[in-house]
Protein backbone atom coordinates (compact mmCIF):
# COMPACT_ATOMS: atom_id res chain seq x y z
CA UNK A 1 0.00 0.00 0.00
CA UNK A 2 1.46 3.53 -0.92
CA UNK A 3 1.63 5.86 1.96
CA UNK A 4 -1.12 7.50 3.51
CA UNK A 5 -3.53 6.16 0.76
CA UNK A 6 -6.67 3.94 1.93
CA UNK A 7 -7.03 0.00 0.58
CA UNK A 8 -10.76 -0.41 0.17
CA UNK A 9 -10.25 -4.05 -0.50
CA UNK A 10 -11.34 -6.85 2.01
CA UNK A 11 -8.05 -8.22 2.46
CA UNK A 12 -5.73 -4.73 3.30
CA UNK A 13 -3.45 -4.14 5.99
CA UNK A 14 -5.92 -2.31 7.89
CA UNK A 15 -8.89 -5.01 8.12
CA UNK A 16 -5.60 -7.54 9.24
CA UNK A 17 -4.64 -4.65 12.05
CA UNK A 18 -8.32 -4.31 13.56
CA UNK A 19 -8.27 -8.36 13.74
CA UNK A 20 -5.04 -8.73 15.37
CA UNK A 21 -5.79 -5.48 17.59
CA UNK A 22 -9.81 -7.24 18.64
CA UNK A 23 -8.14 -10.59 19.44
CA UNK A 24 -5.56 -9.03 21.44
CA UNK A 25 -7.76 -7.18 23.14
CA UNK A 26 -10.22 -9.72 23.99
CA UNK A 27 -7.62 -12.10 25.42
CA UNK A 28 -6.15 -9.67 27.66
CA UNK A 29 -9.73 -8.63 29.23
CA UNK A 30 -10.80 -12.37 29.12
CA UNK A 31 -7.41 -13.19 31.16
CA UNK A 32 -8.29 -10.35 33.77
CA UNK A 33 -11.88 -11.12 34.70
CA UNK A 34 -11.65 -15.17 33.43
CA UNK A 35 -12.87 -15.45 37.46
CA UNK A 36 -15.93 -13.76 36.53
CA UNK A 37 -17.17 -16.04 33.82
CA UNK A 38 -16.05 -18.87 35.84
CA UNK A 39 -18.85 -17.54 38.40
CA UNK A 40 -21.34 -16.91 35.36
CA UNK A 41 -21.36 -20.98 34.22
CA UNK A 42 -20.99 -22.19 37.47
CA UNK A 43 -24.58 -20.22 38.56
CA UNK A 44 -25.88 -21.13 34.65
CA UNK A 45 -25.30 -24.90 35.04
CA UNK A 46 -25.30 -26.01 38.73
CA UNK A 47 -28.95 -26.10 39.21
CA UNK A 48 -29.03 -26.98 43.14
CA UNK A 49 -26.40 -23.83 43.31
CA UNK A 50 -28.05 -20.77 44.83
CA UNK A 51 -27.91 -17.32 42.79
CA UNK A 52 -26.21 -15.42 45.56
CA UNK A 53 -23.96 -12.74 44.67
CA UNK A 54 -20.87 -12.92 42.50
CA UNK A 55 -18.37 -12.01 45.58
CA UNK A 56 -20.14 -14.38 48.04
CA UNK A 57 -19.78 -17.54 45.13
CA UNK A 58 -16.30 -16.58 44.62
CA UNK A 59 -16.00 -17.07 48.04
CA UNK A 60 -17.57 -20.27 48.58
CA UNK A 61 -15.84 -21.59 45.28
CA UNK A 62 -12.20 -21.27 46.89
CA UNK A 63 -13.57 -22.76 49.95
CA UNK A 64 -14.48 -25.46 48.47
CA UNK A 65 -12.28 -26.28 45.46
CA UNK A 66 -9.07 -23.79 45.94
CA UNK A 67 -8.70 -20.70 44.11
CA UNK A 68 -7.45 -22.33 41.19
CA UNK A 69 -10.63 -23.32 39.96
CA UNK A 70 -11.47 -20.12 38.96
CA UNK A 71 -9.24 -20.51 35.85
CA UNK A 72 -10.26 -23.68 35.35
CA UNK A 73 -10.02 -24.11 31.24
CA UNK A 74 -8.78 -20.77 31.07
CA UNK A 75 -6.26 -21.79 28.15
CA UNK A 76 -8.89 -23.53 25.84
CA UNK A 77 -11.19 -20.54 26.17
CA UNK A 78 -8.69 -17.28 25.21
CA UNK A 79 -7.72 -19.56 22.36
CA UNK A 80 -10.96 -20.13 21.36
CA UNK A 81 -12.20 -15.98 22.04
CA UNK A 82 -8.64 -14.87 20.60
CA UNK A 83 -10.14 -17.29 17.19
CA UNK A 84 -13.09 -15.95 17.82
CA UNK A 85 -12.50 -12.45 17.66
CA UNK A 86 -10.03 -12.26 15.34
CA UNK A 87 -12.85 -13.33 12.70
CA UNK A 88 -15.32 -10.97 13.97
CA UNK A 89 -13.13 -8.15 13.71
CA UNK A 90 -11.77 -9.02 10.64
CA UNK A 91 -15.07 -9.42 8.69
CA UNK A 92 -16.65 -6.43 10.79
CA UNK A 93 -14.26 -3.93 9.39
CA UNK A 94 -13.73 -5.51 6.18
CA UNK A 95 -17.38 -5.23 5.42
CA UNK A 96 -17.22 -1.36 6.51
CA UNK A 97 -14.37 -0.70 4.31
CA UNK A 98 -16.49 -1.91 1.49
CA UNK A 99 -19.54 -0.01 2.41
CA UNK A 100 -17.55 2.85 2.10
CA UNK A 101 -16.23 4.49 5.38
CA UNK A 102 -17.98 7.66 4.87
CA UNK A 103 -21.42 6.46 4.84
CA UNK A 104 -21.53 4.41 8.58
CA UNK A 105 -24.73 5.24 10.27
CA UNK A 106 -26.27 2.57 12.98
CA UNK A 107 -28.02 0.79 10.75
CA UNK A 108 -25.07 0.44 8.37
CA UNK A 109 -23.25 -0.96 11.39
CA UNK A 110 -25.86 -3.08 12.83
CA UNK A 111 -26.24 -5.06 9.42
CA UNK A 112 -22.46 -5.67 9.45
CA UNK A 113 -22.16 -6.40 12.50
CA UNK A 114 -25.09 -8.99 11.99
CA UNK A 115 -23.14 -10.66 8.96
CA UNK A 116 -20.06 -10.72 11.25
CA UNK A 117 -21.79 -12.54 13.60
CA UNK A 118 -23.59 -14.89 11.30
CA UNK A 119 -19.69 -15.87 9.93
CA UNK A 120 -18.24 -16.03 13.57
CA UNK A 121 -20.79 -18.70 14.54
CA UNK A 122 -20.43 -21.08 11.47
CA UNK A 123 -16.72 -21.08 11.87
CA UNK A 124 -16.04 -20.82 15.50
CA UNK A 125 -19.05 -22.51 17.42
CA UNK A 126 -17.02 -26.02 17.66
CA UNK A 127 -14.55 -24.26 19.72
CA UNK A 128 -16.78 -22.77 22.18
CA UNK A 129 -18.64 -26.54 22.65
CA UNK A 130 -15.63 -27.97 23.59
CA UNK A 131 -14.00 -25.43 25.84
CA UNK A 132 -17.45 -24.89 27.68
CA UNK A 133 -17.02 -28.65 28.64
CA UNK A 134 -13.38 -27.78 30.05
CA UNK A 135 -14.37 -25.66 32.04
CA UNK A 136 -16.94 -27.35 33.41
CA UNK A 137 -15.42 -30.73 34.06
CA UNK A 138 -17.05 -32.43 37.10
CA UNK A 139 -20.14 -30.72 38.34
CA UNK A 140 -22.17 -33.79 37.20
CA UNK A 141 -24.22 -33.46 34.19
CA UNK A 142 -24.41 -36.00 31.58
CA UNK A 143 -21.20 -34.91 29.71
CA UNK A 144 -18.83 -35.17 32.69
CA UNK A 145 -17.44 -39.00 32.23
CA UNK A 146 -16.53 -38.06 28.64
CA UNK A 147 -15.06 -34.55 29.56
CA UNK A 148 -12.63 -36.46 31.28
CA UNK A 149 -11.21 -38.05 28.08
CA UNK A 150 -9.69 -34.84 26.94
CA UNK A 151 -8.06 -31.93 28.69
CA UNK A 152 -6.99 -29.68 25.45
CA UNK A 153 -9.06 -27.76 22.96
CA UNK A 154 -7.63 -29.87 19.98
CA UNK A 155 -8.18 -33.43 22.02
CA UNK A 156 -11.44 -32.13 22.73
CA UNK A 157 -12.37 -31.65 19.17
CA UNK A 158 -11.20 -34.91 17.66
CA UNK A 159 -12.94 -36.44 20.47
CA UNK A 160 -16.29 -34.85 20.23
CA UNK A 161 -16.20 -36.03 16.41
CA UNK A 162 -15.31 -39.28 16.58
CA UNK A 163 -17.61 -40.15 19.70
CA UNK A 164 -20.38 -38.03 19.15
CA UNK A 165 -20.60 -36.99 16.04
CA UNK A 166 -19.49 -34.03 13.94
CA UNK A 167 -23.28 -32.47 14.69
CA UNK A 168 -22.24 -32.44 18.40
CA UNK A 169 -19.55 -29.92 17.61
CA UNK A 170 -22.28 -27.10 16.36
CA UNK A 171 -24.25 -27.86 19.31
CA UNK A 172 -26.51 -24.40 19.94
CA UNK A 173 -26.15 -22.97 17.05
CA UNK A 174 -29.33 -21.94 16.19
CA UNK A 175 -29.51 -19.85 19.72
CA UNK A 176 -25.88 -18.37 18.83
CA UNK A 177 -26.84 -17.38 15.55
CA UNK A 178 -30.25 -15.79 17.30
CA UNK A 179 -27.30 -14.54 20.04
CA UNK A 180 -26.10 -12.51 16.73
CA UNK A 181 -27.79 -10.05 18.39
CA UNK A 182 -26.02 -9.57 21.15
CA UNK A 183 -22.19 -8.55 19.55
CA UNK A 184 -24.66 -6.85 16.83
CA UNK A 185 -26.19 -4.35 19.40
CA UNK A 186 -23.28 -4.18 20.78
CA UNK A 187 -21.19 -2.84 18.30
CA UNK A 188 -23.86 -0.94 16.61
CA UNK A 189 -23.70 0.63 20.21
CA UNK A 190 -20.08 1.34 20.42
CA UNK A 191 -19.94 2.80 16.69
CA UNK A 192 -22.40 4.98 17.13
CA UNK A 193 -21.68 6.15 20.30
CA UNK A 194 -17.93 6.37 19.70
CA UNK A 195 -18.32 9.01 16.34
CA UNK A 196 -20.31 11.22 18.38
CA UNK A 197 -17.62 11.79 21.12
CA UNK A 198 -14.74 11.71 18.32
CA UNK A 199 -17.21 14.07 16.35
CA UNK A 200 -17.77 16.70 19.51
CA UNK A 201 -14.17 16.46 20.51
CA UNK A 202 -13.01 17.97 17.06
CA UNK A 203 -10.67 15.59 15.78
CA UNK A 204 -8.85 15.05 19.16
CA UNK A 205 -8.11 11.33 20.12
CA UNK A 206 -10.78 10.13 22.95
CA UNK A 207 -9.19 9.81 26.38
CA UNK A 208 -8.66 5.75 27.50
CA UNK A 209 -12.13 6.23 29.93
CA UNK A 210 -14.03 7.22 27.05
CA UNK A 211 -12.98 4.42 25.09
CA UNK A 212 -13.85 2.23 28.24
CA UNK A 213 -16.94 3.86 29.19
CA UNK A 214 -18.20 3.28 26.13
CA UNK A 215 -17.88 -0.26 25.51
CA UNK A 216 -19.31 -0.96 29.29
CA UNK A 217 -21.98 0.77 27.96
CA UNK A 218 -22.34 -1.13 24.90
CA UNK A 219 -21.91 -4.41 26.42
CA UNK A 220 -24.57 -3.50 29.29
CA UNK A 221 -27.24 -2.99 26.40
CA UNK A 222 -26.85 -6.13 24.69
CA UNK A 223 -26.48 -8.35 27.71
CA UNK A 224 -29.65 -7.39 29.17
CA UNK A 225 -31.58 -7.76 26.12
CA UNK A 226 -30.39 -10.98 25.28
CA UNK A 227 -29.04 -13.01 28.41
CA UNK A 228 -32.30 -15.64 28.18
CA UNK A 229 -30.56 -16.93 24.97
CA UNK A 230 -27.31 -17.07 26.50
CA UNK A 231 -28.27 -19.30 29.26
CA UNK A 232 -30.41 -22.03 27.15
CA UNK A 233 -26.88 -21.47 24.65
CA UNK A 234 -24.52 -23.09 27.78
CA UNK A 235 -27.38 -25.41 28.41
CA UNK A 236 -26.90 -26.85 24.90
CA UNK A 237 -23.67 -27.01 24.44
CA UNK A 238 -22.61 -28.61 27.89
CA UNK A 239 -25.87 -30.65 28.16
CA UNK A 240 -28.52 -30.25 31.10
CA UNK A 241 -29.72 -32.53 34.13
CA UNK A 242 -32.91 -31.74 34.47
CA UNK A 243 -35.01 -34.41 35.34
CA UNK A 244 -38.36 -35.01 32.86
CA UNK A 245 -36.27 -33.84 29.88
CA UNK A 246 -34.70 -35.53 27.49
CA UNK A 247 -30.86 -35.57 26.45
CA UNK A 248 -31.02 -33.91 23.18
CA UNK A 249 -33.81 -31.46 23.77
CA UNK A 250 -33.92 -28.20 21.64
CA UNK A 251 -33.50 -24.81 22.23
CA UNK A 252 -37.41 -23.88 22.86
CA UNK A 253 -37.89 -27.14 24.99
CA UNK A 254 -35.00 -26.15 27.44
CA UNK A 255 -36.73 -22.19 27.65
CA UNK A 256 -40.12 -23.72 28.14
CA UNK A 257 -38.62 -26.23 30.62
CA UNK A 258 -36.89 -23.10 32.84
CA UNK A 259 -40.33 -21.37 32.55
CA UNK A 260 -42.52 -23.84 33.71
CA UNK A 261 -40.52 -25.14 36.53
CA UNK A 262 -38.39 -21.85 37.89
CA UNK A 263 -40.32 -19.03 36.33
CA UNK A 264 -38.85 -15.92 34.65
CA UNK A 265 -36.23 -15.45 37.73
CA UNK A 266 -35.20 -18.90 36.23
CA UNK A 267 -34.31 -17.29 32.46
CA UNK A 268 -31.93 -14.56 34.62
CA UNK A 269 -29.80 -16.87 36.79
CA UNK A 270 -26.41 -15.67 36.97
CA UNK A 271 -27.44 -12.98 35.16
CA UNK A 272 -25.55 -10.28 37.71
CA UNK A 273 -21.72 -12.60 37.45
CA UNK A 274 -22.80 -12.07 33.37
CA UNK A 275 -23.15 -8.57 33.14
CA UNK A 276 -20.08 -8.27 35.67
CA UNK A 277 -18.25 -10.09 33.53
CA UNK A 278 -19.23 -9.20 30.15
CA UNK A 279 -19.32 -5.35 30.84
CA UNK A 280 -15.81 -5.49 32.54
CA UNK A 281 -14.35 -7.68 29.60
CA UNK A 282 -15.74 -5.54 26.87
CA UNK A 283 -14.87 -2.94 27.99
CA UNK A 284 -11.28 -3.54 28.99
CA UNK A 285 -11.16 -5.17 25.17
CA UNK A 286 -12.35 -2.31 23.31
CA UNK A 287 -9.75 0.27 25.37
CA UNK A 288 -6.77 -2.23 24.89
CA UNK A 289 -8.11 -2.61 20.65
CA UNK A 290 -8.08 1.01 20.19
CA UNK A 291 -4.73 1.88 21.78
CA UNK A 292 -2.98 -1.42 19.90
CA UNK A 293 -4.94 0.23 17.00
CA UNK A 294 -4.00 3.61 16.86
CA UNK A 295 -0.76 2.59 17.96
CA UNK A 296 0.25 0.21 15.03
CA UNK A 297 -1.49 3.32 12.46
CA UNK A 298 0.64 5.84 13.81
CA UNK A 299 4.07 4.30 14.22
CA UNK A 300 3.96 2.12 11.14
CA UNK A 301 1.44 3.93 8.46
CA UNK A 302 2.01 7.71 9.25
CA UNK A 303 -2.08 7.67 8.79
CA UNK A 304 -4.81 9.60 10.92
CA UNK A 305 -5.72 7.53 13.99
CA UNK A 306 -9.60 8.19 14.05
CA UNK A 307 -11.43 6.08 11.98
Known amino acids: MGGGGRDTSIFSYDTLVHAISGAAGSVVAMATFFPLDTVRSRLQLE ?11 IR ?10 LYRGIIPVLQSLCASNFVYFYTFHGLKTLRG ?3 QSAGNDLL ?10 LTTTPLWVVNTRLKM ?3 GTSQERNNNEYSTLYGGLLHIWKYEGLAKLWAGTLPSLVLVA ?12 KRRAVASLRGVQPP ?18 TYPLQLVQTKLRHGHNYPNLRPNAGS ?10 QGIGGLYKGMEAKLMQTVLTAALMFLTYEKISTFVFRILLQRPILR
Not at 60 to 69: D, I, N, Q, R, Y
Open 47 to 57: EDRESKSTIIT
Open 60 to 69: ELVAKEGPST
Open 101 to 103: NRN
Open 112 to 121: VASIAGVINV
Open 137 to 139: KGI
Open 182 to 193: NPAIQFMTYESI
Open 208 to 225: AWIFFSIGALAKMIATAL
Open 252 to 261: LEILFYILKK
